[in-house]
């Protein structure tokens, strides 16, 4: 009668846990960048919004913050603030400029930094 050895197959009990730990991981960071991306398409939404109102490019920088200002309030976007909108408005031109970043912890001293850069134009140079 013959028997054969067979090689022993499968992961190590060290392979099982290195592969959990980068799937907790990256689960993690999944869960910490996602609403900051959610947020942003609110950001995005705002600015559409305000880019397809009839006679916007003839309003003044007050009016124009005053309306992105409650679209942020309603959608509870707190990341951006006045300082990080540039409005330029020239006759019946308007450009809105919004930089912000937004800095995430994940653990410990590991931190997220993403950075926007988002503008409508309106109107005619």
């Given amino acids: 009668m013959y028997t054969t050895h067979k090689k022993q197959?499968?992961?190590?009990?060290?392979?099982?846990?290195l592969i959990l730990g980068l799937i907790a991981f990256l689960t993690l960071?999944?869960?910490?960048?996602?609403?900051?991306?959610?947020?942003?398409?609110?950001?995005?939404?705002?600015?559409?919004?305000?880019?397809?109102r009839t006679d916007i490019e003839k309003k003044s920088k007050q009016e124009v913050w005053t309306s992105l200002s409650k679209q942020f309030n309603m959608n509870y976007v707190y990341d951006v603030k006045k300082n990080n909108v540039k409005i330029t408005s020239r006759g019946g031109y308007l450009k809105v400029q919004i930089v912000y970043h937004v800095k995430e912890l994940i653990f410990g001293n590991l931190s997220v930094w993403v950075d926007f850069d988002d503008s409508i134009e309106v109107g005619v140079k």
């Fill in 9 to 17: 197959q499968g992961i190590t009990l060290i392979s099982l846990i």
């Fill in 29 to 52: 960071l999944v869960l910490k960048i996602s609403p900051i991306y959610m947020n942003h398409s609110k950001v995005v939404h705002a600015l559409e919004t305000l880019k397809h």
